[in-house]
Nanobody, 132 residues
Framework: QVQVVESGGGSVQAGGSLRLSCEASGHTNSKYCMGWFRQAPGKEREGVATIDSDGSTSYTDSAKGRFAISTDNAKNTLYLQMNSLKPEDTATYYC??????????????????????????WGQGTLVTVSS
């Protein structure tokens, strides 16, 4: 079973950049989905970006053009490069992963909780704070 651990959060001024990392272990299935989610205080969790085992990606509208999700399979690591950060990006960011076709077929942010239900491993979260 896969396990994930995030790192890379912190505080940054608006317009700045951060890169989040998520190291996965126990990953063995050829079909998988990995993604980044975030939850701001008082708000529901939302999907930010996803990537599947074929390299297909999806982004929430607010992240398009500013964030980039990628993987380094040699390092079993997922990344989220965040540029042009805005105060509304302030949230706790979670990495999640799911193995197998169930997660693979649902692997878009538009799937919402339908995807989240298929993701078996969730990290502890890393806080990103963007000040104006």
């Amino acid at each position: 079973q896969v396990q994930v651990v995030e790192s890379g959060g912190g505080s940054v001024q608006a317009g700045g950049s951060l890169r989040l990392s998520c190291e996965a272990s126990g990953h063995t299935n050829s079909k998988y989905c990995m993604g980044w989610f975030r939850q701001a205080p008082g708000k529901e969790r939302e999907g930010v970006a996803t990537i599947d085992s074929d390299g297909s990606t999806s982004y929430t509208d607010s992240a398009k053009g500013r964030f980039a999700i990628s993987t380094d399979n040699a390092k079993n690591t997922l990344y989220l490069q965040m540029n042009s950060l805005k105060p509304e990006d302030t949230a706790t960011y979670y990495c999640a992963a799911g193995l197998g076709l169930r997660a693979y077929w649902r692997c878009t942010v538009e799937a919402g909780n339908y995807l989240a239900d298929a993701l078996d491993a969730w990290g502890q979260g890393t806080l990103v704070t963007v000040s104006s």
